[in-house]
């Protein structure tokens, strides 16, 4: 069984940053794709970026462009979620997911793992 466990979420005020990780567990695997989704109160589930696991590719959200950074450790299984320059409206779960056949980018039904989820609160 694959499990995905998210850790690194907590309260920060806006402007700061916070770093997330994803450390994936359980029988062999092999990823095509990693990816961040957050949601919010009320609110779908809504993409954040992703990375191709073999050669890197990444993909970002418009709202995040310039100030997230999504990276991988191949040799431990763990992906992350670097966010500086904070804002309130970034407050959200986090979830992590796994894809590991060809699919799309960015709609939650493109990813067939899901971590927990980690709570990010930004406060004003």
């Known amino acids: 069984q694959v499990q995905l466990v998210e850790s690194g979420g907590g309260l920060v005020q806006a402007g700061g940053s916070l770093r997330l990780s994803c450390a994936a567990s359980?029988?062999?695997?092999?990823?095509?794709?990693m990816g961040w989704f957050r949601q919010a109160p009320a609110k779908d589930r809504e993409f954040v970026a992703a990375?191709?696991?073999?050669?890197?590719?990444?993909y970002y959200a418009d709202s995040v462009k310039g100030r997230f950074t999504i990276s991988t450790d191949n040799s431990k299984n763990t992906v992350f979620l670097q966010m500086n320059t904070l804002k309130p409206e970034d407050t959200a779960i986090y979830y992590c997911?796994?894809?590991?056949?060809?699919?799309?980018?960015?709609?939650?039904?493109?990813?067939?793992?899901w971590g927990q989820g980690t709570q990010v609160t930004v406060s004003s």
């Open positions: 997911a796994g894809q590991t056949v060809i699919a799309g980018l960015s709609a939650p039904s493109d990813y067939n793992y």
């Open positions: 359980g029988r062999p695997f092999n990823w095509y794709r």
């Open positions: 990375i191709n696991w073999h050669g890197a590719a990444t």
